[in-house]
């Protein structure tokens, strides 16, 4: 019960051992032996990216359903209460929780009383055999109804033509008598006597009754804190908690906290996706947000609390869902009706199949949650019209939201910059303009924010000129936009020459400049722009070897040796 809070909706167990190792408080020489056990029975599987259990031990439903499952009880979990209770009144519990726990049964299941010990009444493979004795198996329904935890109905089974009465075992029918005094009560009920010794004689005709026993429903159940401990695990790869990126005030509560803006996103994408796909979209992309931003999530908590979500969301997991919508639409240009007519969808990244349902789901995840710039792509995915025509025979709904959720975000830009501002631009010419014009100019590394230059945009729209207008400003912030990714690639260029280059002395910097001239000032506002990282990683590269060989001559030129340490400093803090 307590990996159950740490289970995820594909049933991967978000925690590590150690964890729970600590709250579950046994010692080390039983708890290891009990997990290769459970791994070892198949309740507990081992794969490449970690632990999973199965569905022989946990499977969740709503409740109004009839399969069987086990509540997270904070009870089951309380290891300082369970401690108070032998072992196999524990097992007897949990044995009594998997049989008798469908909600529609009240929570309540009849067995033969010589069912639920040792006896030569007992058939094999039926019931639980742990007690040994009827004594055991009352002592213990008396411990767990005095606890709260168990109420016993025992009655004659119906075809005995014994007497109709019942005996109950409930908190309140004994609070007022002592453990022995209902034993003997209970044993006297059953039909037995004491021998003339003290000994109990036999009594076959205990096989004649039956007991009703209903689990009481606890008060509270754990929450379950996989996704809170899924971040947290990610998060510790780096050395990093939760607790101090994400507190405020020196305290960390959940309520309100950035970390659900993660979580809901997950919890959303799962609701329209489904499980099987989601989750792993998700970590794939959680994964290389913490790789390349775990350094900076304190100062986005500190300047926006929503930043680091934001971030996550348009850089992270929305260019996986594209990629994802891309491969599927290229299939659906390849094989036409045929992809429709097929129940599932393959995905080959992640090897698994997705219903059509869980396709129309990614659609509307990325027109609910993405930006103007993403929708147009997603959009332009369909432009090819046979695509287009199947999409809108198959999934016209999918892509008319895509489309109304594009015409949405123009109109509410076209409701701050030009309504409030009231320039006369009417609405279809704003939207070609920021699609044929504004979106062009933009890429990933430009610092230029998209509204900040529909903003100059609709300043510079003017009358008769305001075609001549608005190139000149797109031609503007284009040269803007090709400064900005010259000083990226500089930058880039310089960390990894400090990274893999040892040949750092007082000439670095001028032959860092020679450099630049020549690799940089040579290419193209448009190709700077539409430079992909493949051909960034080409450029750094020539840029490594350029350097080397520019200051390989100019040591030997000067006769200066590389290893000479008083020719070594920062030559970086002369650059800024």
Not at 279 to 287: E, N, P, Q, S, T
Not at 413 to 423: F, R, S
Request: hydrophobic share 40%; glycine share 4%; aromatic share 12%.
């Amino acid at each position: 019960m307590c990996v159950s809070r740490y289970v995820d909706v594909d049933f991967k167990i978000q925690t590590s051992w150690d964890n729970i190792y600590q709250q579950v408080g046994i010692r080390s020489d039983l708890f290891v032996p009990a997990l290769k056990n459970l791994i070892s029975l198949g309740f507990i599987v081992k794969k490449h990216d970690g632990y999973y259990v199965t569905e022989k031990s946990h499977v969740l439903i709503s409740k109004g359903t009839d399969t069987l499952f086990i509540p997270n009880f904070k009870l089951l979990s309380d290891y300082k209460f369970l401690k108070t209770l032998k072992p196999k009144m524990i097992n007897f519990l949990y044995f009594l929780l998997g049989k008798s726990i469908s909600p529609k049964a009240n929570y309540t299941r009849t067995y033969d009383v010589c069912s639920l010990y040792k006896n030569h009444y007992q058939k094999d493979n039926v019931g639980f055999d742990l007690f040994k004795t009827l004594k055991g198996l009352l002592t213990a329904i008396i411990v767990l109804a005095r606890k709260g935890l168990l109420e016993a109905t025992f009655l004659p089974k119906s075809n005995t033509g014994l007497k109709d009465s019942y005996f109950f075992v409930n908190i309140n029918d004994i609070k007022n008598l002592d453990d022995e005094e209902v034993m003997n009560r209970l044993l006297s009920y059953l039909g037995y006597t004491y021998t003339e010794d003290g000994r109990l004689g036999k009594n076959p005709g205990v096989n004649k009754y039956k007991i009703t026993l209903k689990v009481c429903e606890f008060n509270s159940t754990n929450n379950n804190i996989s996704n809170l401990a899924e971040f947290e695990k990610e998060l510790s790869i780096y050395s990093l908690s939760i607790e101090n990126i994400f507190s405020h005030e020196d305290i960390f509560k959940l309520d309100d906290n950035a970390i659900n803006l993660f979580i809901n996103l997950k919890k959303n994408l799962i609701s329209l996706v489904g499980p099987t796909i989601s989750v792993k979209i998700y970590r794939d992309a959680l994964r290389y947000f913490l790789s390349e931003k775990h350094n900076h999530l304190y100062a986005y908590n500190v300047t926006r609390v929503e930043k680091a979500g934001s971030i996550f969301k348009k850089y992270y997991l929305m260019p996986y869902l594209k990629q994802t919508t891309k491969q599927i639409i290229e299939r659906i240009r390849l094989e036409s009706d045929f992809f429709f007519e097929n129940e599932d969808i393959k995905v080959a990244e992640y090897n698994t199949l997705i219903s059509h349902e869980n396709f129309k789901g990614i659609l509307k995840f990325i027109g609910d949650h993405a930006d103007i710039i993403t929708l147009k792509e997603t959009l332009d995915m369909f432009n090819e019209p046979k695509v287009h025509s199947l999409i809108s025979e198959y999934y016209p709904s999918a892509l008319s939201g895509l489309e109304n959720n594009m015409n949405e975000k123009i109109y509410n830009l076209y409701a701050k910059y030009v309504i409030e501002n009231n320039v006369k631009m009417d609405i279809q010419t704003f939207k070609n303009n920021v699609i044929e014009n504004v979106m062009p100019v933009l890429e990933s590394h430009a610092k230029v924010t998209f509204e900040a230059l529909i903003s100059q945009f609709v300043e510079s729209y003017d009358g008769a000129l305001k075609h001549d207008s608005i190139k000149q400003e797109t031609e503007k912030y284009h040269y803007s936009i090709a400064a900005l990714h010259k000083t990226y690639i500089r930058s880039q260029i310089e960390y990894v020459l400090k990274g893999e280059t040892a040949m750092y002395n007082n000439y670095a910097p001028a032959v860092l400049q020679e450099v630049y001239e020549s690799i940089l000032e040579s290419k193209s506002v448009e190709t700077l722009v539409n430079l992909t990282n493949e051909q960034q990683q080409l450029l750094i590269k020539q840029a490594k070897t350029l350097f080397e060989i520019k200051i390989r001559a100019l040591i030997q030129v000067k006769n200066i040796q590389t290893n000479n340490s008083n020719l070594f400093y920062n030559w970086l803090v002369e650059r800024d």
